[in-house]
């Protein structure tokens, strides 16, 4: 890991020069903050030109379908839309998290911008504030080409143009990323704060708490093996005007483990109180179709797959779930600090073992970033070109199928 002095500046700084350390830290992130948005807007070129050969908008393909129809209505008329299919399902509105519809209202109040709009313009500022996130935790880690590198992984998913929709995915991966890197830096209150907003975005921001609640189990251990094996960095520093260091009030730490999962748990209490039941949440949840079941329906699905001609989409499955679990693996075996396991581990389970509809997994395994850190690790050693080469080979074959996903079945 890079020495903690060496570790790339972020803007949570407790030095009491915010402006500048931002500053320092936009600067660092520069080069990965462009080539992000080169991904993106490769993805977007791309997508318009698909558009105009198909004869639709690329505007209301990104603005304008799936759940970017519920957060607009939701901006625009408030909760309790309800949908009931002929199949017996009911559909509710408030499943989804109130942080994105409540930014799109704000927004278009204030601006020349419908919710719509306002939801695209969300997504496009949050999408870089994900990357710089994402760049911030692979340079504190690993240094400044690792941080480059991730940063451009993670912009070159198979389904990254879901970074360019209007849907919660760059609001709360930014939220995430922020969160964790505050985690491991030991910024206590900045951690609880991230993970209380990520909370009010998807239902996978209990994934942040865990890897606050991580980090301060990993602080309040008693020295040793064990705990120096998960330690990221020393503590922030903290000053005697002699210059003797002293560790953070506990208090913060207390602090921010509270404070974190009050996002999530705020919005689930409120929607018991809206619709009469503890359960609220869980049941319009289950009217969605959606649900944990430990991965049983995923399963099935893939073997339904597997036992049908021409079996080519289950084992395209099997070996996807084989390659996420691979990675997974390859995170414990590099070493990684136990708040980034946490919190990748949790996306990955949420993913994994929700029942529901099963082409939205690639789009709810987006926020699993640390899942990219050993191979941006593999292609920071290689040589300058052959790694922009890779990256940039793999940025256009997701903005081919980013343009083909969205004109197909897309990401309900």
């Known amino acids: 890991m890079t020495d903690f002095a060496q570790a790339g500046t972020a803007p949570l700084s407790d030095d009491g020069r915010p402006g500048r350390a931002a500053r320092a830290a936009l600067r660092r992130a520069a080069p990965a903050l462009l080539a992000y948005a080169g991904t993106r807007l490769l993805g977007l070129v791309v997508l318009a030109i698909w558009g105009a050969f198909a004869d639709k908008s690329p505007h209301q393909l990104l603005s304008a379908r799936w759940d970017s129809l519920w957060y607009t209505r939701i901006a625009e008329e408030g909760y309790g839309y309800t949908i009931h299919l002929p199949g017996g399902a009911v ?111 998807r239902p996978v921001g209990a994934a942040v708490v865990a890897a606050l609640w991580a980090a301060a189990a990993v602080e309040l251990l008693p020295e040793g093996r064990w705990r120096q094996a998960w330690r990221t960095r020393p503590p922030v520093a903290r000053h005697h005007p002699q210059g003797r260091r002293f560790a953070p009030p506990p208090l913060r730490l207390l602090a921010g483990v509270v404070l974190a999962p009050l996002g999530w748990l705020g919005y689930v209490a409120w929607v018991a109180v809206r619709t009469g039941s503890v359960t609220g949440y869980f049941d319009i949840q289950n009217g969605w179709g959606n649900g944990f079941d430990g991965g049983l329906a995923f399963a099935g699905f893939i073997g339904g797959l597997l036992i049908k001609p021409p079996f080519v989409g289950g084992l395209g499955l099997l070996l996807g779930v084989g390659a996420l679990i691979w990675l997974a693996i390859r995170c414990v075996r590099q070493r990684q600090p136990l708040p980034l396991l946490a919190y990748g581990g949790a996306v990955l389970v949420l993913a994994l073992a929700a029942k529901g509809y099963f082409g939205s997994k690639p789009r709810l395994l987006i926020p699993a970033f640390p899942l990219l850190l050993p191979i941006a690790v593999a292609l920071a050693r290689l040589r300058p070109v052959r790694a922009a080469l890779v990256l940039g080979s793999a940025g256009l074959a997701s903005a081919v199928y980013g343009a083909f996903w969205l004109h197909g079945s897309g990401p309900p």
């Open 91 to 201: 559909h509710s509105n408030l499943a989804f998290f109130p942080l994105l519809p409540g930014l799109e209202r704000v927004i278009s109040a204030i601006a020349p911008l419908d919710a719509a709009d306002a939801g695209l313009l969300v997504s496009w500022v949050t999408s870089l504030f994900a990357a710089w996130g994402i760049f911030a935790i692979g340079d504190l880690l690993y240094g400044r080409r690792v941080g480059l590198t991730l940063a451009v992984l993670w912009g070159v998913l198979p389904v990254g143009i879901v970074q360019s929709m209007a849907y919660s995915e760059s609001l709360f991966t930014a939220l995430a990323a922020w969160g964790v890197y505050a985690a491991l830096t030991r910024r206590w209150l900045w951690a609880g704060l991230f993970a209380a907003l990520a909370g009010l975005t």
